[in-house]
């Protein structure tokens, strides 16, 4: 029982944790423009870096977010079951693992995520300041080792065709 309740309480204190990194963010205008100024983003990724967190949600639109990431070290593989991300490396290097399958696969935070201990049978490759990653629904992806990377994230969900 013990456990269990230790269990409890740190799934609630990471979730909270994640929801106050994504949190508070602009929402997108939807009758103009918006700009990020480069010393916006730079200010949001040494806020992350000192501050020991990985992601500040940076514009929030319902179905698409723009956030600003900070690894070291690895991150949880995930797969999306209906959001796709493009992660536009600004500094830093490391590997990434995408494709094959999820290791220890857990359900994730919604329909169709999940989440992994690693991934298995994926395509690992070098990413580093300057790169572009594509990830499509439903591929398992994640950096597998950074000393430090720093990158935008933009999230957009897929939209039923018409």
């Given at each position: ?14 979730s ?33 870096k ?89 591929v ?23």
């Amino acid at each position: 029982m013990k456990l269990f309740t230790c269990t409890l309480m740190a799934i609630a204190l990471l979730s909270t944790q994640a929801i106050a990194q994504t949190a508070g963010a602009p929402p997108a205008p939807k009758d103009s423009a918006m700009d990020m100024s480069l010393a916006e983003l730079e200010a949001a990724a040494e806020h992350l870096k000192e501050a020991g967190i990985s992601t500040k949600r940076m514009l929030e639109g319902g179905i698409f977010s723009v956030n600003v990431r900070h690894i070291q070290g690895a991150e949880t593989a995930l797969q999306h079951g209906r959001i796709s991300e493009i992660w536009v490396i600004r500094e830093g290097s490391g590997i990434v693992s995408t494709g094959g399958e999820l290791v220890d696969q857990e359900a994730g935070s919604g329909p169709g995520e999940f989440r992994g201990s690693a991934i298995r049978g994926g395509h690992e490759r070098l990413i580093q300041a300057g790169d572009v990653v594509f990830v499509p629904p439903g591929v398992p992806h994640g950096i597998k080792q950074t000393d430090s990377i720093v990158y935008l994230n933009i999230r957009f969900e897929l939209r039923d065709e018409d």
